[in-house]
């Protein structure tokens, strides 16, 4: 099993090789790939130390699959032209989600999707990947009619220029910033570029993207989208309204048995999910739960995960984990 990681030095590229080895994914030969300046730099995985391939040298060697984590740009340049070769291409970017030929596949909802045909697989955006995991079983049972979310998301999202700018910050240092304004001590409610109808692009894409791994237009969902300076992971306020009513216990019931999730529910002992400890974690964790006194057949929940894990790099190396099961690739 050849494996290709583009954008292997990155964020993400790196926090997928960490997920490829701790998970024990079973590859023969890792061909880490990077911009032309990071070229023949070497990288470690596993123990051993390995060469930064350019893309071409990547391409040339045919890999079944090619793990990609360097932006839109480059995958529109480059993914097709793996997948001319044979490779799978599971591409972490925004590039491939709403192309209508394309799979956008969270593997604890949509898997089931996945055929050897599919050459382009696309990774969802990191604040969707936590909403649908949660949303899915719910949505089966009750039937779920209008959603109204928040998010609150860390500055790794961003990548390391935000990190760094959160660092100086907290340590007086002037530096490069990678937000018009200060993160520290501030929230942002603003998370990629604004559109003509007054939502930001990244609010759009949690919009859009759950429609289309739910497989279901029906769903009404409006989103606010804000950067707030925590490292750990994104949180989510999130407001069902279902058409069928509901008992709060069984909603706990059901989140509980799950697959990915770990209900954090406690409030006589404080319990609840918070990014501070979905740091370094695989599953989304819900809390909050609650009935929306407000309105009938409605819901309250609280979200959190780490976007970094389970948010980007975990979900593409379970999809590469359930292409190998199934033989399709």
């Not at 997948?83 to 209508?100: E, H, K, L």
């Not at 390391?160 to 001590?185: F, P, S």
């Not at 509980?256 to 918070?274: E, F, H």
Request: proline share 3%; aromatic share 6%; hydrophobic share 40%.
């Amino acid at each position: 099993m050849k494996i290709a990681v583009v954008g292997a030095t990155g964020l993400v590229g790196t926090k997928m090789l960490e997920v490829l080895a701790e998970r024990n994914f079973v590859i023969t030969e890792l061909i880490p790939v990077a911009s032309e300046k990071s070229v023949g730099k070497q990288i470690n995985f596993k123990g051993k130390k390995y060469t930064v391939h350019s893309m071409q040298q990547a391409i040339d060697a045919k890999p079944h699959i090619a793990l990609f984590s360097a932006g839109g740009t480059t995958s529109l340049e480059f993914a097709e032209k793996f997948a001319a070769v044979g490779t799978t291409v599971i591409d972490n970017s925004s590039a491939w989600r709403m192309d209508t030929t394309k799979k956008l596949i969270v593997p604890e909802v949509n898997a089931n999707q996945l055929a050897n045909t599919d050459k382009i697989i696309a990774n969802p955006n990191c604040s969707t990947i936590q909403l649908v995991v949660v949303l899915n079983p719910l949505h089966h049972k009750y039937k779920i009619k209008r959603i109204v979310i928040s998010t609150y998301q860390s500055v790794t999202g961003t990548g390391v220029k935000a990190v760094t700018q959160l660092t100086n910050e907290r340590n007086g240092i002037d530096g490069e910033m990678a937000y018009k304004y200060k993160i520290d001590m501030n929230a942002i409610p603003q998370i990629d570029v604004f559109l003509e109808n007054g939502y930001t692009k990244e609010e759009m894409k949690l919009v859009n993207e759950t429609k289309k791994i739910m497989s279901d237009d029906t769903i009404a969902l409006t989103a606010t989208t804000v950067r707030i300076p925590v490292m750990g992971g994104h949180s989510e306020s999130v407001n069902i309204e279902f058409e069928n009513d509901f008992d709060v216990n069984d909603i706990k019931t059901l989140l509980k048995n799950t697959q990915g999730i770990i209900v954090q529910d406690d409030l006589a002992n404080q319990v609840y999910p918070m990014p501070i400890n979905s740091h370094n974690k695989d599953e989304v964790f819900v809390g909050r739960i609650r009935r929306d006194e407000s309105q009938a057949k409605t819901l309250n929940l609280w979200i959190v995960a780490d976007n970094l894990r389970k948010g980007a790099a975990t979900n593409a190396v379970q999809i590469a984990e359930y292409l190998v099961l199934h033989k399709l690739v």
